[in-house]
């Protein structure tokens, strides 16, 4: 691959359009859309374009082991989120600032929730003892065997 083909696929994969990119990859101005359009009908070229393209959204897509660290971190409320607060100040003006505050326990509860569904704990039975100890049991088996009527 040439190197002017080499910026196409580059600017092709910045800004999404064929006579662009053969622009900014330094084709004539005047046949950029001809050049950009030959240019992505190339196998070798679009081959390109598709693994570029395919590396980037892998690096923007979030991922199972990036998703559960998420829902881990939240459930142990490891993570912080911004919340605008408003104080009074005297004479019946406020001001309001940025805060930090360790997420609500609705929203650890939901990640706790997802985290067990994706484990198949969500079919356990929560039992919650007097002495406030948390007993987990398996419910029991339906019975399956259904007579035919």
Same mark, same amino acid.
């Given at each position: ?35 950009? @359009? ?9 081959? &390109?374009?598709?693994? /570029? #393209?395919?590396? $980037?959204?892998? =690096? ?44 609500? @326990? ?9 985290? &067990?569904?994706?484990? /198949? #704990?969500?079919? $356990?039975?929560? =039992? ?22």
């Amino acid at each position: 691959m040439t190197e002017k083909q080499k910026r196409f696929v580059d600017y092709f994969i910045e800004t999404g359009n064929k006579t662009e990119a053969a622009k900014k990859a330094g084709y004539s101005e005047k046949r950029a859309a001809e050049i950009g @359009a030959e240019n992505y009908r190339k196998p070798h070229i679009k081959a &390109a374009i598709d693994a /570029g #393209l395919k590396e $980037l959204q892998d =690096e923007r897509t979030a991922g199972k082991t990036e998703v559960m660290q998420f829902l881990t971190a939240v459930m142990r409320g490891e993570l912080q989120e911004e919340v605008v607060t408003s104080e009074g100040t005297g004479d019946g003006r406020s001001q309001t600032k940025i805060v930090k505050k360790q997420v609500s @326990a609705h929203d650890r509860l939901d990640a706790a929730k997802q985290l &067990a569904r994706r484990y /198949g #704990l969500d079919k $356990l039975v929560v =039992e919650q003892k007097l002495d406030d100890r948390i007993q987990f049991i398996e419910p029991p088996d339906e019975d399956v065997s259904h007579a035919d009527d």
